[in-house]
């Protein structure tokens, strides 16, 4: 998280242009190169559109000067690079730009309907980009200077151990940026047949895991000295208790574990990462291991 190079997907003219004012703010802490990318694509200039090639060719000159003329704008008197590209694809555009590039961030705005998010943008971004991305979204409140980091210290591979470890040192960093304070979150899933069929209680459940995952979490808690008070372990699905901790400490920012890979398995933290992207009304941090 040492932010020197940040790219963002701008939001269309029509929307309210929250990834850009995330970047503007970062920018102005960090002190980061920026490039924001605005995305524009007509299936009517497709060969299939009944329109002439010449027709086409217009259309798509018009249609980029036209968002070429709005990007001007916005971007005016900012120390910050603009680019208009023409594609529809624009996650395998950021994944492609990203490697070749290797920024330090990238940030969008998270677009949702209801409780889902319903761009599939976000999730390829989540599970393919190699680098951390950072979905924005409108604030309803007042800003608490709160960032969270949500881990799983009963995972035992180094992959995961190494993937807690970085959500950690990501929050950290990204909280100081702010001077903000950082909490931690871990979701007990207990089972809930022993509950329902009254073999074993909820707290005795949860003391179980937490005996269990205890050496763990002093591990990875050790060098950041963090009082137990902002040690958070909600007991449910991770998706739902993780955003409902959220929500409950008004918190800007969560900080989530998953994994960059150019296959579609999705493994450990990577499922979790997207419920509670799906669950969250705050920004969601996605860092890898």
């Known amino acids: 998280m040492d932010i020197q190079k940040i790219i963002t997907v701008l939001d269309k003219p029509k929307h309210d242009q929250v990834a850009w004012r995330r970047t503007l703010a970062l920018q102005q802490v960090t002190g980061a190169k920026a490039e924001v990318v ?14 002439s090639a010449d027709e086409r060719t217009k259309l798509r000159h018009s249609l980029v000067a036209e968002r070429k003329a709005w990007l001007e704008e916005l971007v005016a008197d900012k120390p910050v690079r603009g680019r208009a590209i023409w594609t529809h694809d624009i ?3 950021v994944i492609e730009e990203v490697e070749k590039k290797k920024p330090d961030l990238i940030i969008k705005t998270v677009h949702k309907s209801g409780s889902l998010v319903h761009t599939p943008i ?6 393919d980009c190699p680098a951390p991305v ?8 007042q800003s608490s200077s709160v960032v969270m980091a949500a881990i799983d210290p009963r995972v035992t591979d180094t992959k995961h151990r190494h993937l807690n470890c970085n959500v950690l040192e990501a929050a950290h960093r990204y909280a100081a940026l702010f001077d ?6 871990f979701a007990v899933e207990v089972s809930k047949a022993l509950l329902d069929l009254g073999i074993i209680g909820e707290r005795a459940s949860k003391k179980k895991v937490v005996d269990k995952i205890t050496p763990e979490l002093n591990r990875l808690l050790a060098p950041y000295n963090i009082p137990k008070s902002r040690i958070h372990m909600p007991v449910g699905k991770a998706g739902a208790v993780v955003a409902q901790t959220a929500r409950k400490l008004n918190v800007d920012t ?3 574990g998953t994994y960059a890979q150019r296959t579609r398995r999705r493994v450990g933290l990577g499922n979790t990462a997207q419920r509670i992207v799906t669950k969250s009304v705050c920004d969601v941090l996605a860092v890898h291991p």
Do not use: I, P
């Open 38 to 51: 605005t995305f524009n694509w007509n299936a009517m200039c497709e060969k299939s559109s009944g329109l």
């Open 91 to 93: 996650a395998r555009w």
């Open 122 to 127: 976000d999730w390829q971004l989540l599970q």
């Open 134 to 141: 950072l979905l924005t979204t409108k604030r309803r409140r």
């Open 180 to 185: 903000a304070t950082v909490h931690v979150v």
């Open 254 to 256: 969560l900080v989530v």
